[in-house]
């Protein structure tokens, strides 16, 4: 299994001021490479390899001097960089995607961090040495498993830097088997409804992290273009979104690892249906990406343990049935928090309707093991209509 681990990194002027210094020059070198792929296209309509963009540094070496300091790796390492840009580019093309962008030329601000492969650094309990540029040390605060392939120095805009290890043959840590399933529903009022009860809510501190990112980014916007204050304010609001990032993803973590511990299959719905749906205790944009990002982290936390999630499709009334006798309630509005089933006379709260009908799908579908409380919803005729459709499809 494949892994990234990242870590703080702490040093002294003198190693970040060289640090800043291989970022500038790897920058400066990916623009005139692609500058240099241009130029031989202009001409003659012709390429050049990656290969042959790769043997040329050397001679980059030997005529600009600052280059000699830096590694040779990492230096092709920018040329791949550039080279992966055109081959995403010639993809997008090959897919008929209109707004396929050509690779950019990358200001001070879209290019931040080196990599280095198997070469020219060491790691030592908490240091990290990088030859030519000096000796960090790190925030360790989880141990490194597996082989370290990449290593890769990132400046982020809030100023601090940051040590990516990238790692092969990590162990899975595979979990006791478990027969049990769950639905999840993502919720209006709520984070989160699961098909037995249990409610998520947004934390608190979430809106008072949203608060000051909005009035930083006013005082951002106040700021003359170019000015000092404006380089500061535009600091200030990079560690405000940090911090929201931070906070939001111990968040997710938290919730994910409950549910990948406790469960063998996670049924969810399929998130595009929700983009219509808006949580009004949180920003649209924390809370899609909240949710983006928490099913992304559930999918790799479960193959990681050897468990299962299952992505559900689109079925019309996912809210609106009852997952009780399997009424459709046509008139139930976004505004329902709760509803009376007509047919059956039963009480129900949305969202946690939708994660019980969420729940009895995939287990329908999956023919998973399902215990207890689930079995009593399968007993109950089947109303939703899903036609000749295979299980195969909604796996990811
Ligand atoms: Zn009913």
Redesign the pocket.
């Known amino acids: 299994m494949r892994k990234t681990y990242k870590y703080r990194l702490l040093g002294n002027r003198i190693t970040f001021g060289k640090a800043d210094n291989w970022i500038f020059l790897c920058r400066k070198l990916y623009n005139t490479a692609l500058e240099q792929r241009i130029a031989i296209y202009k001409q003659n309509k012709g390429s050049i390899s990656c290969y042959s963009q790769i043997n040329q540094l050397p001679d980059l070496k030997a005529y600009f001097s600052e280059y000699r300091e830096v590694g040779s790796q990492v230096l092709q390492g920018v040329i791949e960089r550039l080279d992966k840009a055109y081959q995403n580019f010639f993809r997008r093309v090959k897919n008929g995607n209109g707004k396929a962008g050509f690779p950019r030329f990358k200001g001070r601000d879209r290019y931040d961090s080196f990599t280095l492969k198997q070469v020219g650094w060491k790691l030592e309990g908490k240091y990290l040495s990088i030859r030519n540029v000096g000796r960090f040390k790190l925030k360790l605060s989880r141990l490194i498993a597996g082989d370290i392939k990449t290593v890769t120095i990132r400046r982020e805009a809030t100023g601090k830097w940051y040590v990516c290890f990238s790692c092969n043959n990590v162990p899975e840590r595979i979990l006791e088997k478990s027969s049990k399933s769950i639905g999840i529903d993502v919720g209006i009022k709520s984070f989160l409804v699961d098909s037995e009860g249990n409610t998520v809510d947004n934390p608190a501190y979430f809106r008072q992290s949203e608060g000051l990112l909005r009035r930083r980014q006013r005082r951002l916007c106040r700021r003359i273009k170019g000015s000092n204050g404006r380089r500061q304010a535009r600091v200030l609001v990079a560690k405000a979104h940090e911090k929201v990032k931070n906070q939001r993803n111990d968040f997710l973590h938290k919730i994910a690892n409950k549910y990948v511990a406790q469960y063998g299959v996670i049924f969810i719905e399929d998130l595009n249906i929700k983009g219509m749906v808006r949580n009004h205790h949180l920003s649209k944009s924390i809370a899609d990406s909240s949710w983006g990002k928490f099913f992304e982290m559930l999918n790799w936390k479960a193959e990681e343990a050897a468990r299962e999630v299952i992505k559900i499709p689109r079925f019309e009334p996912s809210s609106k049935t009852?997952s009780?006798?399997?009424?459709v309630n046509k008139d139930l509005t976004l505004n329902d928090r709760q509803w009376v089933?007509q047919?059956?006379?039963?009480l129900h709260d949305r969202d946690y309707n939708a994660a019980k009908n969420i729940a009895r799908v995939g287990q329908t579908l999956s023919g998973a093991n399902v215990c207890g409380y689930a079995k009593r919803i399968l007993r109950i005729p089947a109303p939703l209509e899903l036609g000749s459709v295979k299980l195969r499809e909604y796996r990811q």
């Open positions: 009852c009780d006798c399997g009424a089933c047919a059956c006379g039963v």
